[in-house]
């Protein structure tokens, strides 16, 4: 991006040391990020609930300010000025991580995500393998989480959310693959360039794209796959001891997730910020706010499945159905 | 000293610090987080030295998969099985033994382990660094992969497969001898 080339060179100009000017653009990009997910989870949290409402024929939060427009904001002020608490049977150290590994991840994901021709953070030639090993991170936060809280409900539901990820972590890997085998790369920037030169992925490969969008249902731990916090069952999951801003992280990684999986779908298999008249970033966003409409619309539809109905989709049905994808589409690009 | 030095010298003592705190951590679940740290360190000397698909591989493999399948199988062991014989209720050999097989033992491998490393590094012939690495490393990998290395791989996947059906015949004959 030239403006920051521009602000590297502008301190240098100014006599910075020019370890120190190397280390600005990058942290002037993460704040830029993180302001980015914190303000897109804020109104993610206000749109679910809104969505849920209307749903279910009713209004949804319509206090604070019109139709509850900072009720989420009004949240955040509630969270920060909560007592921090730590239950005393847990173990201390590791229940003060889990929310910051948890979200450390989710927060780098969105280095490599191409918000426009030249708007990325860093446009790395691995990022799918590096999004699916940050993402991997999660398996460990949720362990921690679950394991620290010294809660028995805690540690089932860590259980029950880890044995998810880990089923369905590889046939969304392996539906993703074949989309990198389209393209002939693995930067997410080329990807879309890829696509812009010839059609949207979703056209060749509807069949990864199902697999991609269930194993990410999964992996977000979102109905119908939302075992490890089923209310009847586990009270709330892995974060039932946690309260205050550690709830808050916990809660705000499950919606940087959410656009994470969102951003990734519309790049992968919509053309990204590819489209016509409008702007790059707005087309990017359209396609990522429809994205997360569909995964609240599913949450709030349909009902959640059972634990061996989870393991049997994610192993029988998934699995074989992505390795058949995979296959077909090696097929179709020598040929090509 | 660049700053690539002093990132290296704080990745590098980051993973020997865990590594360290892997051996002596009294609580297993402590010694298994430990060593994902361990683990995600190696990674980051990976990327210091411009091998950023081996990073992302480590991560992936070890930090996601390896560490995560090390913490299920402590949850899913007895209290008993963790803790080992409580001091109490241990035989009198085992009870003797423990302190030497804590801080001797250990001691004497990891120096053995040194010497031999160290005499290896002194008489190996170091490669000066290449001028110019490309940074398509995915490319160079996979035609390396599927080129030269084609058999060493091949077999690679073979010994996998063999390890996995493996495991499920022995999980099996556990589930059905009970």
């Not at chain 1, 003060?96 to 426009?116: D, N, Q, R, S």
């Not at chain 2, 609580?27 to 411009?50: C, D, P, R, S």
Request: glycine letters at 6%; proline letters at 5%; charged letters at 10%.
């Amino acid at each position: 991006m030239d403006m920051f080339t521009a602000m590297h060179n502008g301190l240098v100009q100014m006599g910075v040391p020019l370890w120190l000017a190397n280390l600005v653009p990058p942290l002037v990009k993460s704040l830029i990020l993180l302001l980015f997910i914190l303000l897109n989870c804020m109104f993610l949290i206000w749109m679910e609930r809104k969505v849920a409402g209307h749903m279910q024929r009713r209004m949804g939060p319509m206090r604070t300010g019109p139709h509850g427009i900072i009720q989420s904001l009004a949240d955040v002020i509630k969270l920060i000025s909560k007592e921090d608490i730590i239950p005393s049977g847990v173990d201390r150290w590791v229940f003060v991580l889990a929310p910051i590994v948890a979200f450390a991840p989710a927060f780098a994901v969105f280095m490599v995500i191409p918000f426009g021709p030249t708007l990325i953070a860093q446009d790395l030639n691995i990022a799918l393998i590096f999004i699916a090993a940050l993402t991997s991170f999660v398996v460990i936060s949720f362990l921690m989480a679950g394991w620290s809280s010294n809660n028995k409900w805690s540690l089932l539901g860590a259980m029950r959310s880890t044995a998810q990820l880990i089923s369905y972590e590889v046939p969304l890997v392996i539906s993703v693959v074949a989309v990198a085998l389209l393209a002939g790369s693995l930067s997410l920037q080329e990807i879309v360039e890829a696509q812009r030169q010839s059609f949207w992925y979703i056209l060749v490969q509807p069949l990864g794209f199902l697999v991609f969008l269930t194993a990410s249902l999964a992996e977000l731990n979102r109905s119908p796959f939302d075992l490890s916090e089923a209310e009847q069952e586990l009270v709330a999951g892995y974060n039932t001891e946690y309260s205050g801003m550690r709830w808050a992280l916990l809660y705000l990684t499950e919606y940087a997730n959410l656009i994470t999986f969102a951003a990734i779908a519309s790049t992968l298999f919509f053309g990204g910020w590819s489209g016509p008249v409008l702007p790059p970033v707005v087309w990017f966003l359209i396609k990522v706010y429809f994205f997360i409409f569909l995964v609240m619309w599913i949450r709030w539809t349909l009902p959640r499945i059972r634990v061996d109905q989870l393991m049997e989709l994610g192993w029988k049905g998934l699995l074989p159905l992505s390795l058949v994808n995979l296959a077909f589409t090696g097929v179709y690009v020598l040929i090509r | 000293m660049t700053v690539t030095d002093w990132v290296f010298l704080a990745v590098a003592a980051v993973t020997l610090f865990s590594a360290y705190r892997v051996v002596v951590s009294r609580k297993i679940m402590h010694a298994a987080l430990w060593l994902g740290l361990t683990f995600f360190g190696v990674a980051g000397i990976f990327l210091l030295l411009g091998a950023d698909f081996l990073a992302a591989a480590q991560v992936l493999v070890y930090v996601g998969a390896v560490t995560t399948i090390i913490i299920f199988g402590i949850m899913l062991s007895t209290p008993e099985e963790l803790r080992g014989p409580s001091p109490e209720a241990g035989s009198d050999a085992a009870s003797s033994a423990a302190p030497t097989r804590r801080s001797f033992l250990p001691l004497v491998t990891a120096i053995g382990f040194a010497a031999v490393m160290v005499a290896l590094v002194n008489r190996g012939e170091w490669p000066s660094p290449p001028g110019s690495v490309s940074t398509d490393t995915p490319r160079l990998l996979g035609e390396a992969l599927f080129t030269r290395f084609v058999i060493p791989f091949e077999v690679a996947s073979v010994v996998l497969l063999v390890a996995l059906v493996g495991a499920i015949a022995l999980a099996l004959k556990e589930e059905s001898g009970q």
